[in-house]
């Protein structure tokens, strides 16, 4: 996805709208008859999601294969090939129909989708040795599902994925670091479209079996309303402070977060509402926008929803869902609690208040007024974390209970209100209806980002894996330090281009292997949850990165303020972020490895937020007042302290059980450094209670 150019003309609002509807896959607006047709589609889709997560039972292969399937139609019928006309045809551009053209392409990839699922049997006894049609049909199908991705996506992905193919028959005549055997088209073929090792491998299966009812979900929680009511939760209840709505922002955006997979699509519902009223209350509006991104990127970190990627790491390091959900608890809450801190210092900093009491929407009433939306996520939990169920079950069961709730929530307003039912259960329906197309059109992208990203890790499970890890040791010189650093910077420039979902696919499946196993020859265990978290969380961080990160540009569409300017700003709150995976690969105690106790576990965040806040103040210039030279190592010496206790330890003779006597040291400083500063504090600024 190309980025948009800020017309200042054009209406910032409608503006980060239309890139929303582009991610979710309203590319095209037909008129008449044909625009029922990708809505029904869309529809069909969802239907046969849920029926395969209750009464449907069908070879994963199939699956998968109906699934892409899908996702490919919907594609070529909704997005033309160019957003803008070029040499002088039209119809390669055209949004207000269907060319005939398209339809042909779009029933041409279907087909090639599922036609591993058509010739199954025959398929699996030729493997290694496909016949003419095999291989033409499964040539169409990487043809195909390259050009889906480049409509949807962008072009950064298509091109990763070719050059991987290129490197795959061409690794002979390469140089001798990188020189790679090779292999044949039949072989080539039989991996990526006729096996489950390229193209229907463990993403798309993950993104067919999971992710579609989550991403469902979400969407119904959001036509029904529950985005709105977050965000008013929020503002009744943080508004009124220091910077409240800035604090709104990050509350509301971190609810969102929890069933919402988009940074782009979080920024849409909720920035609508906060950023007007950080710039409102004093917020510049580069700091209102990147507060906004800041908070809507980090809403994929958030357990027990945490985007496609969160289910794939499960499979990929064969642990149940809720061990993700455990390991990822610490670092992400951790990087809320410090984006709070952060819109306290900036209101700080300028010397900013709250909103009047009078302007904010009364908490009980907002509380009670949409507690309803707060049922189907609390069966959502109970099956996830208390009963343990599957993911998918958990989805399909919160999904029911969701759908019952969409189409009564209109019929009790209107009988309350005596107003007529017959209209209010007709919107019910139309409600039920749109969200079952929402969330198969917000699926598109995911189901194409874990399909083509397929195609990449087909290419390394062809023999590149260790040659890979070679090649990355040589780089870092057998650096674990330096690898991971090499690693982050990866994964942010590769993430500009790309998803979440398919940058951490991309990355998982390149580093982290690799990190393991450096790690194994410098005498250093690195967990596999760690090397896939790291992965995961530079993928999410290049959401905002400049120069390209989309999720900046909506957010400054709406604040009516720079893009690159809003991208670095946001890059530099996510900095606290940013520290966060280099910390857990050396302390694997922020990942709650091997750690079951309750009492640990809190000790462990507690001592997190505050190394999280110490770094903050560190970057962000400013603790209680403005900070000193001298101070910033301090803070740095604290962030450290709290959060790599097992180092300081060994440094100063301590054993790996003792390290936690380091922690009141660390705590010790920082209270230093605040007695320190509190003379210098502004004669405006409250007391810190007040926060």
């Excluded at 945490?306 to 992400?332: Q, S, T």
């Excluded at 302390?587 to 091997?594: C, G, Q, V």
Aim: charged share 10%; proline share 6%.
């Amino acid at each position: 996805m190309s980025n948009p150019a800020i017309d200042e003309k054009d209406d910032g609002l409608e503006l980060a709208r239309r890139m929303a509807e582009e991610e979710e896959g309203v590319g095209r607006k037909p008129k008449g008859g044909s625009r029922f047709i990708i809505p029904v589609i869309a529809v069909t889709w969802s239907l046969f999601q849920l029926s395969i997560a209750s009464w449907l039972i069908l070879d994963s292969t199939f699956i998968r294969a109906i699934h892409l399937g899908f996702a490919l139609l919907i594609v070529f019928l909704s997005f033309p090939m160019f957003k803008h006309e070029h040499f002088g045809l039209k119809f390669l551009s055209i949004r207000s129909r269907i060319p005939a053209i398209d339809y042909v392409i779009a029933i041409v990839a279907g087909f090639s989708a599922i036609y591993i699922a058509v010739d199954y049997e025959a398929m699996t006894m030729r493997y290694g040795s496909p016949i003419l049609r095999d291989l033409i049909l499964g040539g169409i199908l990487v043809v195909v599902l390259l050009e889906a991705s480049r409509r949807v996506i962008g072009p950064a992905l298509p091109a990763i994925a070719t050059v991987f193919i290129a490197y795959s028959f061409l690794g002979p005549h390469m140089p001798e670091l990188i020189a790679f055997k090779g292999v044949s088209l039949n072989r080539f073929m039989g991996q990526m479209t006729m096996s489950t090792e390229g193209i229907y491998g463990i993403p798309l299966d993950v993104s067919a079996t999971i992710v579609f009812l989550f991403v469902l979900f979400g969407s119904m929680l959001d036509k029904a309303g529950a985005g709105h009511y977050f965000i008013q939760l929020a503002l009744s209840l943080l508004g009124g402070f220091k910077g409240g709505p800035a604090k709104a922002a990050v509350m509301g955006s971190g609810l969102t977060g929890l069933v919402s997979g988009s940074s782009i699509a979080n920024i849409v519902t909720t920035g609508t509402f906060t950023i007007p009223m950080m710039k409102k209350v004093g917020y510049p509006p580069t700091k209102a926008a990147a507060i906004e991104v800041a908070a809507s990127t980090d809403g994929q970190l958030a357990p027990p929803i945490m985007g496609a990627a969160a289910f794939i790491i499960a499979e990929y390091v064969n642990v149940p869902y809720v061990e993700v959900i455990k390991a990822a608890a610490i670092p992400a809450f951790a990087s809320y609690a410090a984006l709070f801190y952060i819109t306290h210092i900036e209101a700080c900093k300028l010397g900013l208040e709250g909103l009047p009491r009078e302007e904010l929407p009364p908490f009980w009433k907002t509380l009670f007024a949409g507690a309803h939306f707060l049922v189907p996520l609390s069966m959502l939990l109970y099956e996830l974390i208390v009963v343990r169920h599957s993911p998918e079950l958990a989805a399909f069961n919160a999904i029911w209970v969701m759908a019952i709730l969409m189409l009564l929530q209109r019929p009790v307003k209107a009988y309350i209100a005596k107003t007529p039912l017959v209209p209010a259960i007709q919107e019910g329906v139309k409600d039920l209806f749109l969200s079952l197309a929402s969330g198969a059109r917000n699926m598109v992208s995911v189901a194409l980002a874990t399909a083509a990203a397929g195609i990449i890790v087909g290419v390394v499970a062809l023999g590149l894996g260790q040659l890979i890890t070679q090649i990355i040791d040589t780089l870092s010189g057998g650096n674990i330090f330096l690898m991971l650093v090499i690693t982050a910077f990866a994964s942010l420039v590769i993430g500009m281009g790309l998803p979440t979902t398919a940058t951490y696919i991309v990355m998982a499946s390149l580093t982290a292997p690799a990190i393991v196993t450096i790690g194994g020859m410098n005498d250093f265990i690195v967990p596999l949850m760690s090397a896939h978290l790291f992965c995961f969380y530079f993928g999410i961080l290049a959401d905002d990165t400049p120069p390209v990160g989309l999720a900046a540009y909506a957010a400054a569409a709406i604040a009516k303020s720079p893009p690159i300017a809003t991208g670095i700003q946001g890059f530099m709150y996510d900095i606290r972020t940013a520290i966060l995976p280099f910390m857990f690969i050396f302390n694997s105690d922020l990942i709650l490895h091997n750690i079951s106790s309750w009492p640990q576990g809190l000790l462990i965040f507690a001592m997190a937020c505050f190394g999280n806040f110490a770094f903050a103040s560190a970057t962000q210039g400013w603790f209680i007042a403005r900070n000193k030279i001298w101070e910033i190592p301090i803070l740095l010496s604290v962030t450290f302290m709290l959060m790599r206790p097992d180092a300081v330890a060994g440094w100063i003779g301590l054993a790996h059980g003792q390290r936690y006597w380091v922690y009141p040291v660390g705590m010790a400083v920082f209270g230093a450094l605040y007695l320190i500063q509190r003379p210098r504090r502004p004669a405006s600024q409250t007391a810190w209670s007040t926060a």
